[in-house]
């Protein structure tokens, strides 16, 4: 069963950046190629909401929320997603959770175990 590795959370103050690293294991590296990468995040006493994802086909979409201080991108190599935020805002405090999903095969997903950010001043 793929497993998946959160990094990088923590406190920062508003305008500060932080850089959240997702990485495989258990998962045979050339297929990580077919799947899509998210980052969602869930705030206290709210739903959890999709932040970024990036494609198994090379498409990017971001949440009107974070767009122009979010970016995804992905190693294929290290089997790894990385989510860079910028221009942090105490809104964007939640726990963040990877996601990998196969889009040809639904049930073929695997979540990270999530990952506090804080922003606050």
């Known amino acids: 069963q793929v497993q998946l590795a959160e990094s990088g959370g923590g406190l920062v103050q508003p305008g500060g950046s932080l850089r959240l690293s997702c990485t495989a294991s258990?998962?045979?590296?050339?297929?990580?190629?077919?799947?899509?990468t998210d980052w969602y995040r869930q705030a206290p006493g709210k739903e959890r909401e999709l932040v970024a994802r990036a494609t198994s086909g090379g498409s990017i979409n971001y949440a009107d929320s974070v767009k122009g201080r979010f970016t995804i991108s992905r190693d294929n190599s290290k089997k790894r997603v990385i989510l860079q935020m910028n221009n942090l805002k105490p809104e964007d405090t939640a726990v963040y959770y990877c996601n990998y999903i196969n889009p040809s095969i639904e049930a073929d997903t695997s979540w990270g175990q999530g990952i506090q950010v804080t922003v606050s001043s």
């Open positions: 258990r998962m045979i590296t050339s297929t990580f190629t077919l799947y899509d």
